[in-house]
């Protein structure tokens, strides 16, 4: 039980301290959303930046993105959310909550499927299997046995554009950014000089009406991923799946994440969304549940399925127009013959042969990522017998990388101190505090996970040095003034 105490300590860590706030919660909280504070946003902000640097800037073959998230709803036709992008739900009889039916427990063993695992599940499989509701348990009223025939539950959320009858459809909010890139494909490959194998990269919103959330941040209806489609040649989708395993789960591991709470999953083919060919989870060991491994990323070997489907879908818009622009009484067009040399295919130059590209798809979630930093980072220890909370962050994801106090307010030592901080802050987000005593003061840097406090004191008047206090090992070298922002350039990795 120690790992729930864990969680709830995070949750109250980042309330105390301005990193994550529930939705709305002046008006009572908006379940399963939330917004981030000063902190958080930071700390958030950091963790897309260090997954930007490492897909998109250190890469020669991979360039970025930034889609609407209000997309053709014939992408969503083509792409196979809107007729399969669904949880198979059952209804309570007693009380009338409707519970995902993988997440059902035994009323006699208390275990759930297999399934639970997956994110979501392909309708097409699920509907072909048989659940045995008969001992279920309604996680609200505790009802046994009591469960409608499973039904789907569609997960995209719906709206209406344009002001007049005549023009105005349903559209989605989207439930992946990774469909914006494919309709991009023809668009980047005729504007840059990128070559198969090459990837296209966007961070962004995605929204799925979930009918389980989860644990804090884990998971909502609100999201933010980051998703990577990396195109390459039928033939060497094996070889990059792998390649892009080992990629995204050293990621993880350099940015901090302790390699005993990291793991991979590979799907059972039964699990796998309907456009994939392989599909492996990383998985995180988060404090929740039982302290069960749960998805912080799913990488896929999407094969050519969606290029190949929106070619399909561009042949449906006359279908889509004559039928009023009414997604749910059009049939998707026939794959033409020769898909193959379609708009969406690619001419290799160096080979003579046009083919589709197959796709590998790193998608993270950076939601679940800042949780399992906050949590792998949360760190609690005696010093002088009292108890000092820690976030020991990467320094690449600190939100705060400095702080900088004058010892006392006088003698001349705010006004050190503030130089030193008008100078930094040009450089990196710091924090400069002057109130109360300065112990106090490193513990409050302590719990924001600020790596080093610059200190100006007596001596600083004497001989320009100051004191920078390491946070994890709570040590104090002196350096000169002038030396300060080199020696935390080298020491921040930035
Ligand atoms: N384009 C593929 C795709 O969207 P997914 O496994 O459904 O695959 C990828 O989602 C990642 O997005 C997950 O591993 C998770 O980190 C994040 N994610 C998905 N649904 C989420 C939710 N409701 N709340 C928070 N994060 C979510």
Redesign the pocket.
């Known amino acids: 039980m120690a790992k729930l105490t864990k969680l709830d300590d995070i949750v109250s860590l980042c309330k105390r301290r301005g990193f994550i706030f529930q939705s709305s919660e002046i008006y009572g909280g908006l379940a399963s959303c939330y917004d981030y504070g000063p902190l958080g946003v930071e700390l958030k902000n950091n963790v897309k930046r260090a997954w930007w640097k490492n897909v998109v800037q250190m890469r020669d073959d991979v360039v970025g993105l930034d889609a609407s998230i209000f997309m053709h709803p014939l992408i969503w036709k083509a792409s196979g959310h809107a007729d399969k992008f669904a949880d198979l739900v059952s209804e309570c009889k007693k009380c009338n909550t409707r519970t995902r039916v993988d997440h059902l427990q035994d009323s006699e063993t208390g275990t759930k499927k297999a399934e639970e695992h997956a994110?979501?599940v392909s309708m097409a499989t699920e509907e072909s299997k048989q659940y045995n509701l008969a001992n279920k348990v309604c996680p609200n009223c505790g009802a046994v046995g009591q469960f409608t025939a499973p039904m789907p539950f569609k997960l995209m959320f719906e709206t209406q554009m344009g002001a007049n009858a005549e023009d105005s459809m349903t559209m989605y909010l989207r439930p992946?950014t990774?469909q914006g890139i494919f309709a991009n494909f023809r668009n980047v490959l005729d504007t840059t000089r990128v070559k198969v194998p090459f990837g296209i990269a966007q961070v962004g919103k995605s929204f799925?009406n979930?009918v389980t959330t989860k644990a804090f941040i884990?998971?909502?209806?609100e999201?933010e991923?980051a998703?990577l489609e990396f195109f390459c040649e039928p033939g060497t989708d094996e070889q990059w799946y792998e390649h892009w395993k080992e990629q995204r789960c050293n990621w993880y591991l350099n940015l901090g994440l302790k390699k005993e709470n990291l793991r991979f999953r590979d799907h059972d083919p039964d699990e796998l969304a309907h456009y994939a060919k392989a599909c492996v989870d990383v998985e995180y060991r988060f404090p929740f549940g039982s302290g069960d491994w749960q998805?912080?990323?799913?990488i896929?070997n999407r094969t050519d399925y969606d290029l190949r489907q929106h070619q399909r879908g561009m042949r449906t818009l006359n279908r889509w127009y004559e039928s009023g622009r009414d997604l749910t009484k059009i049939k998707l067009a026939d794959e033409a013959e020769d898909y193959q040399s379609g708009p969406l295919s690619y001419f290799d130059e160096e080979k003579k042969a046009r083919y589709i590209p197959y796709v590998i798809?790193p998608?993270?979630?950076m939601?679940?990522s800042t949780l399992a930093f906050l949590v792998d980072a949360y760190d609690e220890e005696e010093v002088r017998g009292e108890t000092r909370n820690l976030l020991r962050f990467h320094p690449a994801l600190a939100p705060i990388k400095a702080a900088i106090f004058p010892l006392v307010k006088k003698e001349g030592m705010p006004e050190i101190a503030r130089s030193i901080y008008d100078d930094l802050k040009r450089r990196f987000n710091c924090f400069y505090d002057e109130k109360g005593a300065v112990g106090r003061r490193y513990r409050r840097q302590d719990e924001a996970g600020t790596p080093f406090c610059i200190t100006v004191d007596g001596q600083t008047l004497q001989d320009q040095t100051v004191t920078i206090r390491e946070r994890d090992s709570m040590e104090q070298v002196r350096i000169a003034t002038a030396q300060v922002r080199s020696y935390l350039y080298d020491k921040l990795d930035l």
């Open positions: 994110e979501h992946e990774a799925r979930e884990f998971r909502t209806r999201f991923q998703e998805e912080l990323e799913g896929a798809e998608s993270a979630g939601d679940r």
